[in-house]
T-cell receptor, first 110, second 114 residues
Framework: QQPVQSPQAVILREGEDAVINCSSS?????VHWYRQKHGEAPVFLMI?????EQKGHDKISASFNEKKQQSSLYLTASQLSYSGTYFC???????????FGGGTRLMVKP | EAQVTQNPRYLITVTGKKLTVTCSQN?????MSWYRQDPGLGLRQIYY???????DKGDVPEGYKVSRKEKRNFPLILESPSPNQTSLYFC?????????????FGEGSRLTVL
């Protein structure tokens, strides 16, 4: 079963902040975040393991709450280069499949 | 340069004509996988392989076959393509098999079945 992402789409002005949420009805062992720019392959951003630690990638950070089975991706002071579709991914309990959410389309305008 | 290479990048074919999409990685990764991407549905896993000669079904395996005879190659075979297999396909690989590391994706293969 796919993780559920929200919102499905968001439009920002440069410099604004955004939050993308990812939730699962099943236990989350870790959460992966990827970004896909138009016409390109998905690219790895970060992985969050159990423990609730936050991770960062430039001005993009994320949190993981395994009790709530949720993760959030925070984009601070967004830049034009942040535009794209963001996917969260959740492995199954055997660790041999990674299931992605439906994606959140982010558009940053000047 | 570390990469996952897929071929062909674009293909238009007709219903029933067997085709193979090749995938090769040069990173000595154990894990390889195929995904298809359709609008509104995100990336859905078709098949995966934990190592040579070890393959298993993902969430949407119907109509596809795979093989893993060498560590670097993981071809996707459509024995009798149908229009509902029109999609963007991505091959991906990872160093380990427990998803503590990243997936490296190929550039994608856009397939149209008429």
């Amino acid at each position: 079963q796919q993780p559920v992402q929200s919102p499905q789409a968001v439009i920002l002005r440069e410099g604004e902040d955004a939050v993308i949420n990812c939730s699962s009805s099943k236990a989350l062992y870790s959460v992966h975040w990827y970004r896909q720019k138009h016409g390109e392959a998905p690219v790895f951003l970060m992985i969050l393991l159990k423990g609730g630690e936050q991770k960062g990638h430039d001005k993009i950070s994320a949190s993981f709450n395994e009790k709530k089975q949720q993760s959030s991706l925070y984009l601070t002071a967004s830049q034009l280069s942040y535009s794209g579709t963001y996917f969260c991914g959740a492995p199954n309990n055997a660790g041999n499949m990674l299931t992605f959410g439906g994606g959140t389309r982010l558009m940053v305008k000047p | 340069e570390a990469q996952v290479t897929q071929n062909p990048r674009y293909l238009i074919t007709v219903t029933g004509k067997k085709l193979t999409v090749t995938c090769s990685q040069n990173m000595n990764h154990e894990y390889m996988s195929w995904y298809r991407q359709d609008p509104g549905l995100g990336l859905r896993q078709i098949y995966y392989s934990m190592n040579v000669e070890v393959t298993d079904k993902g969430d949407v395996p119907e109509g596809y076959k795979v093989s893993r005879k060498e560590k670097r190659n993981f071809p996707l075979i459509l024995e009798s393509p149908s229009p509902n297999q029109t999609s963007l396909y991505f091959c991906a690989s990872s160093i380990g098999t427990s998803f503590t590391g990243e997936l490296f994706f190929g550039e994608g293969s856009r397939l149209t079945v008429l």
